[in-house]
């Protein structure tokens, strides 16, 4: 049995290290994938850059989970664009532009008329009883910008055909960075 000097010294330790960390701010987080985020530099597909991208998925996004908000960014971007190349990719920022590109195609392969989509979605805003004029003036903008940079993200037709060879392999990816948020 410990003598009750020690317990209640424990506890102190443990409250005062509890509010230690709880007072602590938090680095920004490490950059991830984000949910339907457009690739900053599209990527030329090939079936290797999909092989590689199928093989480091899962190690580099553990990394990241790994990583986020420990240490500075500086430290954390060199880990991950260690873990990177060892997929074959320059950078992380190239895994990251490679991942989104993969997950565009493969939406454009899914949903080959974005424009039938959001026309159908901006057809329905005026119905809605609980938005403002305003309100539905702004969603109606939005949804028009959003397919004018959804258009201009349209893949190429090579990247189009090797993106289609792999829908079914690709498509736990795809719903993944398709998520809603949360």
Request: hydrophobic letters at 45%; a negative charge.
């Amino acid at each position: 049995m410990k003598p009750p000097g020690l317990i209640a010294a424990c506890c102190v330790f443990a409250l005062a290290y509890a509010g230690t960390i709880a007072t602590q701010t938090t680095p920004p987080p490490t950059q991830t994938v984000q949910t339907f985020s457009l690739p900053e530099r599209p990527v030329a597909l090939t079936e290797d850059t999909i092989k590689r991208f199928l093989f480091g998925f899962a190690p580099v996004a553990a990394t990241v989970r790994e990583l986020d908000g420990r240490g500075e960014l500086a430290e954390r971007t060199a880990v991950l664009d260690v873990k990177a190349a060892e997929y074959g990719f320059a950078s992380f920022a190239d895994w990251v532009d490679t991942t989104n590109t993969i997950m565009v195609t493969y939406h454009w392969a899914i949903n080959p008329n974005p424009r039938a989509e959001v026309e159908k979605a901006i057809a329905e805003i005026p119905a809605m009883p609980n938005l403002s004029e305003q309100e539905k003036s702004d969603m109606i903008a939005g949804l028009r910008a959003g397919l004018a940079r959804v258009e201009n993200a349209r893949p190429t037709p090579e990247n189009m055909a090797i993106v289609q060879r792999h829908l079914r392999t690709l498509k736990p990816f795809y719903e993944l960075w398709s998520a809603p948020a949360g």
